[in-house]
């Protein structure tokens, strides 16, 4: 065990086919690694139950990560949501009690291949999933793509909590008006890399409180395992990026960010690691 204080992947889609064949063996290998929390954003309607019965699973087995629930509407699929998966989502957080309302966003990435697909109703989704996540008074898990001005606007005007912006890529000048409302920024394996030298300068201004570890496994992965499915267990690497840049312990990464993440969720443990 490289650090006694335990990590808190705030991003893995756990629940995703690509971990069918080995879902344990990894949580197994995440808690070797010190991974004792793991948050596990659904990303459609169609996907909340299987997520939900995967997290409560996974909620008290001795020597694995702990599962924890969100559930939202991503706009990358925005394409199957339907007005009445709305009412459900509402329905479905008043019952299971989800950690936060996510994966919810704008993605308004487009390139010479691939247009914005239909703007107008992903910014209609996304503001309504803020305000359910402003009536439960949960926090929101956010991803965003070429939309920080309107994603920042929603927020502003919604007067949420908190939340985290998932693998943050802005500005400086964005990170900052993020934390200004109350919001953490998630950090992954694009960290890793060295060449990401416009985002590791961005994770060197920032303080450690505004910081959050992720991996968005099985997407995304680390330097270490380039061309790989990435893994929970992997994120170790990101927290030691993260200590490099910012010339600090890998310990106190690991003991600020997952403080930074038990506040935003509200967990009320505060165990460390045996040995
Ligand atoms: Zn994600």
Redesign the pocket.
């Known amino acids: 065990m490289s650090t006694p204080n335990p990590m808190m992947d705030t991003?893995c889609?756990l629940d995703f086919p690509d971990f069918d064949p080995d879902r344990d063996a990894v949580l197994e290998s995440c808690y070797e690694h010190g991974v004792l929390d793991i948050i596990v954003?659904a990303?459609s309607a169609a996907t909340w139950q299987r997520t939900r019965e995967l997290c409560q699973t996974h909620q008290k087995t001795p020597n694995r990560p702990r599962l924890h629930l969100a559930v939202g509407l991503h706009p990358m699929f925005i394409e199957q949501h339907q007005p009445q998966d709305l009412s459900e989502l509402d329905q479905l957080v008043s019952q299971v009690q989800p950690v936060a309302i996510g994966?919810i966003g704008l993605d308004f990435y487009r390139s010479n291949t691939h247009s914005v697909i239909d703007p107008d109703k992903q910014l209609a989704f996304f503001d309504k999933q803020l305000m359910i996540a402003k009536h439960h008074d949960l926090p929101v898990i956010i991803?965003n793509r070429k939309a920080h001005d309107p994603c920042l606007s929603l927020l502003a005007e919604t007067g949420l909590r908190g939340g985290i912006i998932?693998a943050f890529n802005g500005s400086i000048q964005q990170a900052q008006r993020y934390i200004d409302l109350g919001f953490l920024l998630g950090f992954g394996g694009m960290l890793t890399f060295t060449r990401s030298s416009k985002l590791r300068d961005l994770v060197r201004q920032l303080p450690l409180q505004s910081i959050v570890l992720e991996t968005?496994a099985p997407d995304m992965t680390v330097a270490a395992h380039r061309g790989e499915r990435n893994s929970p267990a992997y994120l170790h690497y990101v927290r030691d990026a993260v200590a490099e840049i910012k010339q600090v312990s890998a310990d106190e990464v690991a003991r600020v960010t997952t403080s930074n993440a038990r506040r935003l969720f509200a967990f009320h443990t505060a165990d460390t690691l045996s040995n």
């Open positions: 991003h889609h954003p990303v994966e991803h998932h968005d």
